[in-house]
C-alpha cells in the first residue's frame, strides 16, 4: 500500500474515532447538562417567587420592633425601661449608645456586658452614628487619643460637650435606621441628634433566629433554603439586611422523570450513531484492506499469466525466426503459439468483462431462437475445448426443451461455460476425466448442469469460491495458472442476463455447477 496513502488513511481513523469517542462522551453527559440548566432555571424562577414574600415579612417583623422604640429613650442615665414592652425572640437587646457611654434597657446588664466585651461593635456604633457610610472598626487599626477629651478616637466622629454632668437632649428628629454586621453581631441602628453629639440607638439581631422566622415562607420546592450574612462580592437581597437568600443545591421537580425520559432517546441514538460511526468506519478498512490484498493478488497473478505465454512467444519465436528447425518441429511451435494466444486471449476477455459489469456495463445484447437451435452448437464448442485436453464429453438436452424459446447473450452463456471447463481441466484433468452438460427446464428457466468427475472442492475453498481473485494457496504458490477470477467473473455474467450461477453438488466422486438462463417469452 502507497506510504502517503496510507498515513492519510491512519490520520482519517483516529480523527473519527476521536469524534465518535468524543461525540458519545457528550451524550453521555447531555441528560446531565440539560437537567443542570432547568434545575438551575427553576432555581432562579422559585428564588424570585420566593424573595417578595420573605422580603415582606422581614420589614414586618422589624417594623414591629422599631415601633417598639418610637422617640429616644430617656437619655443621661445608664439603664431605662425596655422600649414598648418585651421584645422579639430574635432581638439580642435594644441599646443607644451616646458620647457619654452605652446605655440598655433595665434587666439587660448581660446584654450590656456582651457589648462592652465587643470592643468593635461598641467603637463602630460611634462611627457609623456619626457617619452610616464609615467602615466597620478593625481592633488591629491604629488608635490615638484626642488631647482635649481624654478619649480615644477611632474614626471620624465628634463630641459635642464633653461635660456629661450636664442633661442630653435630643435636638433633631432621628435618621432612618440601617444595618451592618461585625462578625456575627447585626446591628439594625438609626442616629439620633443630640447636645453632646450624635447617638446610636437599636437593637442587636440574632440572624438565626430570624432566618426560621422566613425559610418557612420560601417556595418548598426548595428543599436546602438558607438565610446567611452575604458572602464577599455576594449581593444582599434582603434589604436593608445585609443577609442574603440561597435557594440551595437541593430542588425537588416533579416532572425530573418525564424529562429524563423525553432525554433518553436522543442520548440513546447518540450512542447508536457513535457506535455505527465505529463500526461503519472498520467495516470500511477492512473492505479497503481486504480490496488491496485482492488488488496486490490481481497484478501478481495477471503478471504471472502474461509473463507465461509471452515467455513461450518469445523463445518460439526466436527459434522460427533462425528458420533451423524440421517442418514437425514447425507445426509443433505454431501449434503451441496458437494455444498460448488463445489462453492469452481468454484471459484477457475475462479480465475485461469482469471489468465491464464492475462499472455496471453489460453487452446488452439478446439472441433469441429455439434451444434446440442455439444450445448443441455452444456446447460443441465447449466439447471441443475439453476434448483437446484429454476429457472425455457428454451432453443431455431434455427433448422438451428442444422448441422453449431463448433469450439471452450468447457469448456470456460461452464465457460462462468455457471458464467452468477452464476449471474442470485445471482441477480435474487425469486418466478418464469427464464432463456431462445436462439441460433441463425447471419452473420458467432453464437450467444447464455442469458435472464433472474430479476430487471435488474443499469446504476452505467452497467459502470464498465466488469471490473475485480468491485462490488457494495451492494455486497461489503457481502450481495451478489463473487469477482467481473465473467463477466470480461466470457468476457476474449469469446474473446480469437475468440468470445465476451456484455451485449445487461437490465430493470426492466430482463437483456440479447449476446455471439458470430465464426462457423468452
Same mark, same amino acid.
Given at each position: 500500500?502507497? /506510504?502517503?496513502?496510507?498515513?492519510?488513511?491512519?490520520?482519517?481513523?483516529?480523527?473519527?474515532?476521536?469524534?465518535?469517542? =468524543?461525540?458519545?462522551?457528550?451524550?453521555?453527559?447531555?441528560?446531565? /447538562?440539560?437537567?443542570?440548566?432547568?434545575?438551575?432555571?427553576?432555581?432562579?424562577?422559585?428564588?424570585?417567587?420566593?424573595?417578595?414574600?420573605?422580603?415582606?415579612?422581614?420589614?414586618?417583623?422589624?417594623?414591629?420592633?422599631?415601633?417598639?422604640?418610637?422617640?429616644?429613650?430617656?437619655?443621661? @442615665?445608664?439603664?431605662?425601661?425596655?422600649?414598648?414592652?418585651?421584645? +422579639?425572640?430574635?432581638?439580642?437587646?435594644?441599646?443607644?449608645?451616646?458620647?457619654?457611654?452605652?446605655?440598655?434597657?433595665?434587666?439587660?446588664?448581660?446584654?450590656?456586658?456582651?457589648?462592652?466585651?465587643?470592643?468593635?461593635?461598641?467603637?463602630?456604633?460611634?462611627?457609623?452614628?456619626?457617619?452610616?457610610?464609615?467602615?466597620?472598626?478593625?481592633?488591629?487599626?491604629?488608635?490615638?487619643?484626642?488631647?482635649?477629651?481624654?478619649?480615644?478616637?477611632?474614626?471620624?466622629?465628634?463630641?459635642?460637650?464633653?461635660?456629661?454632668?450636664?442633661?442630653?437632649?435630643?435636638?433633631?428628629?432621628?435618621?432612618?435606621?440601617?444595618? =451592618?454586621?461585625?462578625?456575627?453581631?447585626?446591628?439594625?441602628?438609626?442616629?439620633?441628634?443630640?447636645?453632646?453629639?450624635?447617638?446610636?440607638?437599636?437593637?442587636?439581631?440574632?440572624?438565626?433566629?430570624?432566618?426560621?422566622?422566613?425559610?418557612?415562607?420560601?417556595?418548598?420546592?426548595?428543599?436546602?433554603?438558607?438565610?446567611?450574612?452575604?458572602?464577599?462580592?455576594?449581593?444582599?437581597?434582603?434589604?436593608?439586611?445585609?443577609?442574603?437568600?440561597?435557594?440551595?443545591?437541593?430542588?425537588?421537580?416533579?416532572?425530573?422523570?418525564?424529562?429524563?425520559?423525553?432525554?433518553?432517546?436522543?442520548?440513546?441514538?447518540? =450512542?447508536?450513531?457513535?457506535?455505527?460511526?465505529?463500526?461503519?468506519?472498520?467495516?470500511?478498512?477492512?473492505?479497503?484492506?481486504?480490496?488491496?490484498?485482492?488488488?496486490?493478488?490481481?497484478?501478481?497473478?495477471?503478471?504471472?499469466?502474461?509473463?507465461?505465454?509471452?515467455?513461450?512467444?518469445?523463445?518460439?519465436?526466436?527459434?522460427?525466426?533462425?528458420?533451423?528447425?524440421?517442418?514437425? /518441429?514447425?507445426?509443433?511451435?505454431?501449434?503451441?503459439?496458437?494455444?498460448?494466444?488463445?489462453?492469452?486471449?481468454?484471459?484477457?476477455?475475462?479480465?475485461?468483462?469482469?471489468?465491464?459489469?464492475?462499472?455496471?456495463?453489460?453487452?446488452?445484447?439478446?439472441?433469441?431462437?429455439?434451444?434446440?437451435?442455439?444450445?448443441? +452448437?455452444?456446447?460443441?464448442?465447449?466439447?471441443?475445448?475439453?476434448?483437446?485436453?484429454?476429457?472425455?464429453?457428454?451432453?443431455?438436452?431434455?427433448?422438451?426443451?428442444?422448441?422453449?424459446?431463448?433469450?439471452?447473450?450468447?457469448?456470456?452463456?460461452? @464465457?460462462?461455460?468455457?471458464?467452468?471447463?477452464?476449471?474442470?481441466?485445471?482441477?480435474?484433468?487425469?486418466?478418464?476425466?469427464?464432463?456431462?452438460?445436462?439441460?433441463?427446464?425447471?419452473?420458467?428457466?432453464?437450467?444447464?448442469?455442469?458435472?464433472?468427475?474430479?476430487?471435488?472442492?474443499?469446504?476452505?475453498?467452497? /467459502? @470464498?469460491?465466488? @469471490?473475485?481473485?480468491?485462490?488457494?494457496?495451492?494455486?497461489? +504458490?503457481?502450481?495451478?495458472?489463473?487469477?482467481?477470477?473465473?467463477?466470480?467473473?461466470?457468476?457476474?455474467? +449469469?446474473?446480469?442476463?437475468?440468470?445465476?450461477?451456484?455451485?449445487?453438488?461437490?465430493?470426492?466422486?466430482?463437483?456440479?455447477?447449476?446455471?439458470?438462463?430465464?426462457?423468452?417469452?
Amino acid at each position: 500500500m502507497n /506510504k502517503k496513502l496510507t498515513i492519510i488513511l491512519i490520520s482519517f481513523v483516529v480523527l473519527t474515532l476521536a469524534a465518535a469517542l =468524543w461525540q458519545a462522551r457528550e451524550a453521555a453527559q447531555l441528560e446531565d /447538562k440539560l437537567l443542570r440548566i432547568d434545575q438551575n432555571a427553576q432555581t432562579a424562577r422559585l428564588l424570585q417567587l420566593s424573595l417578595p414574600r420573605v422580603q415582606a415579612e422581614m420589614e414586618r417583623l422589624l417594623a414591629e420592633e422599631r415601633n417598639k422604640l418610637g422617640d429616644m429613650a430617656p437619655v443621661g @442615665q445608664i439603664n431605662y425601661p425596655m422600649p414598648g414592652g418585651s421584645k +422579639a425572640d430574635f432581638n439580642c437587646g435594644f441599646f443607644l449608645m451616646t458620647p457619654a457611654g452605652l446605655q440598655v434597657p433595665m434587666g439587660e446588664e448581660h446584654f450590656r456586658a456582651a457589648l462592652d466585651s465587643a470592643t468593635a461593635v461598641t467603637d463602630t456604633m460611634r462611627r457609623k452614628a456619626d457617619n452610616p457610610g464609615a467602615p466597620v472598626f478593625d481592633p488591629n487599626e491604629t488608635s490615638h487619643y484626642d488631647r482635649s477629651t481624654h478619649l480615644p478616637v477611632f474614626g471620624v466622629y465628634q463630641i459635642k460637650d464633653t461635660d456629661f454632668s450636664k442633661p442630653m437632649y435630643q435636638t433633631d428628629p432621628p435618621g432612618p435606621f440601617f444595618a =451592618w454586621h461585625a462578625g456575627e453581631n447585626l446591628i439594625y441602628m438609626r442616629s439620633v441628634p443630640t447636645t453632646h453629639g450624635n447617638a446610636a440607638e437599636g437593637f442587636v439581631i440574632d440572624a438565626t433566629k430570624l432566618a426560621a422566622h422566613l425559610l418557612p415562607l420560601v417556595e418548598p420546592e426548595l428543599k436546602a433554603p438558607e438565610i446567611d450574612f452575604a458572602r464577599k462580592g455576594e449581593a444582599a437581597n434582603l434589604a436593608p439586611l445585609p443577609l442574603v437568600l440561597r435557594p440551595g443545591n437541593q430542588i425537588d421537580l416533579p416532572d425530573t422523570g418525564a424529562r429524563r425520559q423525553a432525554l433518553s432517546n436522543t442520548v440513546t441514538a447518540a =450512542w447508536v450513531t457513535s457506535g455505527l460511526s465505529i463500526i461503519v468506519l472498520f467495516s470500511l478498512l477492512a473492505f479497503y484492506a481486504r480490496l488491496e490484498r485482492r488488488r496486490s493478488d490481481f497484478v501478481s497473478a495477471v503478471t504471472h499469466e502474461l509473463r507465461t505465454p509471452l515467455t513461450s512467444f518469445n523463445l518460439y519465436t526466436e527459434m522460427l525466426r533462425q528458420g533451423n528447425l524440421s517442418p514437425e /518441429k514447425v507445426e509443433e511451435y505454431h501449434e503451441t503459439l496458437y494455444q498460448e494466444s488463445r489462453r492469452l486471449g481468454h484471459l484477457v476477455e475475462n479480465v475485461l468483462s469482469f471489468a465491464r459489469l464492475t462499472r455496471g456495463k453489460v453487452r446488452g445484447r439478446q439472441d433469441c431462437a429455439p434451444c434446440g437451435k442455439l444450445l448443441p +452448437a455452444l456446447f460443441e464448442k465447449v466439447g471441443e475445448h475439453l476434448r483437446k485436453a484429454g476429457f472425455q464429453f457428454t451432453q443431455t438436452i431434455d427433448s422438451r426443451t428442444g422448441l422453449l424459446s431463448l433469450r439471452t447473450d450468447l457469448l456470456s452463456v460461452e @464465457q460462462i461455460l468455457t471458464n467452468l471447463a477452464d476449471n474442470a481441466i485445471k482441477y480435474a484433468a487425469g486418466a478418464h476425466a469427464a464432463v456431462n452438460i445436462r439441460v433441463i427446464q425447471t419452473h420458467r428457466a432453464l437450467s444447464i448442469r455442469f458435472s464433472d468427475n474430479g476430487p471435488g472442492i474443499s469446504d476452505n475453498a467452497r /467459502k @470464498q469460491l465466488f @469471490q473475485p481473485f480468491s485462490r488457494s494457496a495451492k494455486d497461489a +504458490a503457481g502450481s495451478k495458472p489463473g487469477i482467481g477470477l473465473g467463477l466470480a467473473l461466470s457468476r457476474d455474467l +449469469a446474473r446480469s442476463i437475468g440468470g445465476d450461477l451456484k455451485l449445487e453438488h461437490s465430493d470426492e466422486n466430482g463437483t456440479t455447477f447449476l446455471l439458470t438462463l430465464p426462457l423468452g417469452e
